[in-house]
């Protein structure tokens, strides 16, 4: 059962958020890079991770917090339901696990193996508060977008046919372990890299088994709108397809593997969001997305080992 809200938001009002924080989410990368290209703008360094910061939550979070308080529905815009995050703790194991080997694999010691992304910048205390500040805007991004656009995106479509949540978790996974496989599979070949195939391995299994526990969480009997869950799916596919240089002159390959690597963290978030829980079912999984140099991270600007 999904919360209701207290402010009437009309199909149109909603879809037209949708377009909003998709685009701002998607083009406002190229945008980046145009700004990043002119002259003295750091392109390295701890004031370059500052600026990203500002970035991150620019792109992700400050768009559907405007529309949020402009429609007058708040935090409810988010899909925040009443709770849940202790229910959510299992979702960690996968994405730490994830971690865990690619710092292994990266030679990291016993306190990277730890700190993960904030061992980053090396162990002094602003380098660890800068990549802590990282890990955070980017969980927050993540939850406030995908959140804002799982939750307008049930109300924008209201053509869109109901269909069980935990049919649609399934379906998507399966396709998306599928796309994953393969395309890990074509970058493995191409490298011919023994820890290459290791990595795309462990971040295709990482991923099968996020969704498989996503759908262990998400409570029986749901019904929504398909395009609660298909939407901010599409939003995250064709975000990393343009970050990686199109369909036709990039990565293409490289683009489709990234989008299905974070696509788990996308269907936590969105399919949490239709639930009483709400998203904070996917809080656990989300930091620690984040907090390991991972690819299931959906933010574009947010890199990690894949």
């Not at 009443?82 to 696990?97: F, K, N, Q, S």
């Not at 683009?255 to 696509?263: M, R, V």
Request: charged share 10%; proline share 5%.
């Amino acid at each position: 059962m999904v919360a209701s809200r207290a402010v009437y938001l009309s199909p149109d009002d909603a879809k037209t958020d949708v377009i909003l924080a998709a685009a701002t989410a998607v083009l406002g990368v190229a945008l980046r890079g145009f700004v990043a290209t002119l002259p003295l703008y750091p392109s390295v360094g701890i004031v370059a991770t500052v600026l990203d910061l500002g970035w991150i939550f620019a792109l992700t979070a400050l768009v559907p917090l405007l529309l949020a308080r402009y429609r007058g529905d708040g935090l409810a815009a988010f899909g925040l339901g009443d709770g849940g995050v202790a229910r959510g703790l299992i979702l960690l194991v996968p994405a730490v696990a994830l971690g865990l080997v690619i710092q292994f694999v990266a030679g990291a010691g016993p306190l990277g193996l730890v700190l993960g992304r904030l061992a980053g910048g090396g162990l002094t205390a602003l380098g660890i508060g800068v990549n802590a500040a990282l890990v955070l805007v980017g969980s927050v991004g993540t939850l406030l977008l995908y959140g804002f656009l799982a939750s307008r995106a049930r109300e924008g479509f209201p053509r869109s046919p109901d269909t069980s949540l935990t049919q649609l978790v399934r379906t998507t996974g399966l396709v998306v372990v599928i796309a994953a496989g393969a395309t890990g599979l074509v970058r493995a070949l191409t490298s011919f890299s023994l820890a290459a195939l290791v990595l795309v391995a462990a971040n295709v299994v990482a991923v099968t088994v996020v969704l498989l526990l996503v759908d262990r969480v998400v409570p029986v009997g749901v019904m929504v709108p398909r395009a609660a869950l298909v939407a901010p799916v599409i939003v995250l596919v064709v975000a990393q397809i343009f970050v990686t240089g199109g369909l036709f002159r990039g990565d293409l390959v490289g683009g489709l593997y990234s989008a299905a690597l974070a696509t788990g963290v996308v269907v936590a978030v969105a399919a949490s969001a239709q639930t009483r829980a709400g998203t904070a079912l996917a809080v656990p999984l989300v930091v620690a997305a984040h907090w390991y140099p991972t690819c299931l991270s959906p933010l574009t600007l947010i890199t990690g080992v894949c």
